[in-house]
């Protein structure tokens, strides 16, 4: 009994003097009162997190709920974009398209790391041809868009849907990279070559070392260690936006709200400006200028000599023209932009019944997973530096309550099991078929609606066609000043979220 007595009396103790401690000295687990970042204590880390910084040419995109679809009357009867109540959450997008400067600087890339697959440059240049016209004289332009400098700061054209996600995939990979140099913990490495080219999937699997200049404190074993991910260093992937995140920063609805205290829009909007006309109605010297690149009428894509209505026959620069409330430039007209997803008519409809597809709706998932060895790890990257994917099988998925097929293109698309998209004998439309919104230079005022969207195969391309990337946002929804949720004080001090 007396060594019951001691040993409840000696646990008590250790009790009450976690709880001293923890009120002093360095920060503790809530859960266990143990330390954090002290390698007496374990080494156990929690990061002093800066929060998630602004990718090259990104602005943040406060998400929101909006009506996803067609503003205007369904002029082309369609009947492919019924309007429906959607949300969006926050994410990053590319205040500009890719410019032709840009995706040389891509093409530079890689030609001078790859030298051992030069099929790899030649997959991803443009197609220069898309400027050839059966009936038209813009020889010219093949030769000079894409490589002539007084085209550096024009949209990319003529790039497929695949090129624009390879792009992403590359752009990932150099902003992340940069940020690791800028930090101090790799040197620049400009001599890189083929698979020992930086990937940030691979140098968080320990299979890309680089030029390492100081790594990380390990507070484990009092060495030091390369970045991990939950470092919350690195940022995420750049991709295509989704077409509902696409549409939402297009028409950038925050600015119609009266006040920021108002959950409610004034008026809807047909383009990413108010009114119905393309042009600039407040009373300074910019009334009555066009606010965007497009085909006015027939045979009219600029206007007259000596007051060209939008200056511009072909694309425009990424920076010309209004911006939108967001600060995007050109979401609508200049050029047409990809988005992430496949294309389906009846997509709105079957999302209208769907309670669960009503945030960040998308058509195009293909799951996939790391290929592992036997121990669990990453198999050896590929000769590109890439690690290597596999796409899920549905019979791993058809026990899985969240989802039951690896592709899910085809979920709920409005069609009967037995209704097949033969291309080029029942329909245009096939799993390749991608979303591309905007309108361009050579559309009518129609097309430059959000709302309004279009398709082409993902291995074409076209003159009239760029991209823009996005990102995903992690954290607080309208910043890093924003942890998230709704906070409530009560004679300055923090209550329980709950009436009283």
């Known amino acids: 009994m007396r060594n019951l007595i001691n040993s409840l009396s000696l646990l008590a103790f250790i009790a009450i003097a976690l ?63 019924v309007p429906r109540r959607v949300t969006v959450s926050s994410f990053y997008m590319d205040e500009t398209e890719v410019s032709n400067i840009n995706y040389r600087e891509y093409l530079h890339w890689l030609r001078n790391k790859y030298v051992s697959y030069p099929e790899i440059y030649r997959k991803a240049l443009p197609d220069t041809l898309v400027w050839r016209e059966e009936l038209a004289y813009n020889e010219p332009m093949v030769e000079t868009y894409l490589r002539h400098p007084s085209y550096d700061d024009y949209p990319v054209v003529g790039v497929n849907w695949n090129q624009a996600n390879d792009y992403s995939k590359w752009r990932s990979n150099r902003a992340n990279e940069m940020i690791l140099i ?30 390492v200049k100081k790594n990380l404190p390990d507070l484990a074993t009092g060495g030091e260690r390369p970045v991990k991910f939950d470092d919350g260093i690195l940022l995420p992937e750049y991709r295509l936006p989704t077409e509902a995140e696409w549409e939402y920063a297009a028409l950038a609805l925050q600015a119609n709200q009266p006040t920021s205290e ?65 600060g995007l430039y ?23 019944d769907a309670e669960n597809h009503d945030l960040n709706p998308f058509r195009g998932n293909q799951f996939q997973e790391l290929v592992l060895d036997e121990e669990g790890k990453p198999i050896e990257k590929d000769s590109m530096g890439y690690l290597k994917y596999r796409y899920i099988e549905d019979e791993e998925a058809k026990d899985r309550e969240n ?30 078929s991608k979303v591309y919104k905007g309108g361009s230079w050579g559309d009518r005022l129609f097309w430059l609606s959000p709302g309004a969207r279009r398709y082409k195969d993902e291995d074409k391309s076209d003159r009239t066609i760029g991209f823009r990337c996005a990102m995903g946002r992690v954290g607080g929804a309208a910043g890093n000043e924003d942890v998230g949720g709704n906070k409530f004080k009560e004679g300055g001090k923090s209550v329980p979220r709950r009436y009283k």
């Open 403 to 432: 989802y039951k097929r690896g592709d899910v293109r085809n979920h709920e698309d409005g069609d009967a099991d037995y209704v097949k998209y033969l291309y080029g004998e029942s329909s245009l439309v096939n799993d390749k």
């Open 19 to 81: 709880v001293s401690c923890s009120k002093g000295g360095g920060e503790r687990s809530s859960a266990t009162g143990w330390k954090y970042n002290d390698p007496e204590w374990g080494g156990f880390e929690k990061k002093a997190y800066e929060g998630q910084i602004d990718g090259p040419n990104l602005v943040l995109i406060e998400g929101g709920t909006y009506a996803m679809g067609l503003t205007q009357q369904d002029v082309t009867f369609e009947y492919n974009n």
């Open 182 to 211: 800028e930090r101090g913990i790799l040197n620049p490495s400009p001599d890189q070559k083929d698979s020992d080219t930086y990937d940030s999937k691979a140098y968080l699997s320990g299979q890309y070392q680089g030029n």
């Open 330 to 352: 050109n979401m609508a007209g200049n050029v047409s932009e990809w988005t992430a997803d496949t294309y389906r008519p009846m997509t709105s409809m079957t999302l209208n």
């Open 262 to 326: 108002d959950e409610v829009y004034t008026e809807r909007r047909f383009y990413p400006w108010n009114g119905n006309t393309a042009r600039y109605k407040k009373r300074t010297d910019s009334q009555g200028r066009i606010l965007a690149n497009f085909k006015r009428g027939r045979g009219d894509y600029m206007g007259v000599a000596g007051n060209l209505n939008d200056n511009a026959s072909f694309p425009g620069p990424v920076r010309a023209y209004l911006p939108n409330d967001f």
